[in-house]
């Protein structure tokens, strides 16, 4: 293509964007404007996490508790959100695993949620909340007990006294417990 026949394109082109547009003129000779409309939505939220006490307008995606057999561990699990879609937050405890020992693991006596001590569904996953209200927020405080004697822990399991527990007859070391939380629509 020659230069003329790139300029001749490139003004047509620069006309019909609209850089010198001229109202529409419809088949019956009456000018009409043309407009458009833009409408935007944002979707809800929902912000979810472990306590921040010190700013209480946010969550913390982590949350580490040491000393944990010294002092049963307490945390705050709280979400926000400004949906009405119903859901169901569930959590799942892991027992105190030494960190260096295979097969070597505190059991988890109970926890307690919310002041009450929920038996876990089949799975061992434990129901924190559920919600089908629009513009909710809710905390929920949670105690995860060790085990410190023989007896059952927090799944039903009968515990014997040749395993380890949080006194002198744990092997030494550190344990580690892992706490998984999940958010699941509900129908």
């Given at each position: 293509m020659n ?16 850089a ?7 088949a019956?000779g ?11 939505t944002?979707?809800?939220?929902f ?7 010190v ?5 913390n ?5 040491t000393n ?10 709280g979400?926000?959100t400004n949906?009405s879609?119903a859901?169901g ?8 695993e030494?960190?260096?020992?295979a097969?070597?693991a505190?059991k988890?006596?109970e926890v307690?949620?919310?002041g009450n001590?929920p038996?876990p ?12 209200e629009?513009g909710?927020s809710e905390?929920?405080?949670i105690?995860i ?9 927090h799944?039903?399991n ?9 006194n002198d ?10 706490v ?6 509900t129908?």
């Amino acid at each position: 293509m020659n230069k003329k026949g790139i300029a001749l394109a490139l003004v047509l082109v620069i006309a019909m964007s609209g850089a010198f547009a001229a109202p529409l003129v419809v088949a019956t000779g009456t000018v009409t404007d043309v407009t458009a409309t833009l409408k935007a939505t944002i979707g809800g939220f929902f912000r979810h996490g472990f306590y921040n006490s010190v700013d209480e307008s946010e969550y913390n995606a982590t949350l580490e508790i040491t000393n944990a057999f010294v002092v049963d561990p307490v945390f705050t699990y709280g979400y926000e959100t400004n949906t009405s879609t119903a859901f169901g937050i569930y959590m799942e405890v892991s027992d105190f695993e030494h960190d260096t020992e295979a097969g070597v693991a505190i059991k988890i006596a109970e926890v307690d949620i919310g002041g009450n001590t929920p038996d876990p569904d089949i799975n061992g996953v434990y129901t924190l909340l559920t919600s089908a209200e629009f513009g909710q927020s809710e905390n929920v405080s949670i105690k995860i007990i060790p085990l410190k004697a023989a007896g059952t822990d927090h799944l039903g399991n009968t515990i014997s006294s040749d395993l380890e527990y949080v006194n002198d007859n744990a092997t030494p070391g550190s344990y580690t417990s892992t706490v998984t939380i999940s958010v699941a629509t509900t129908s």
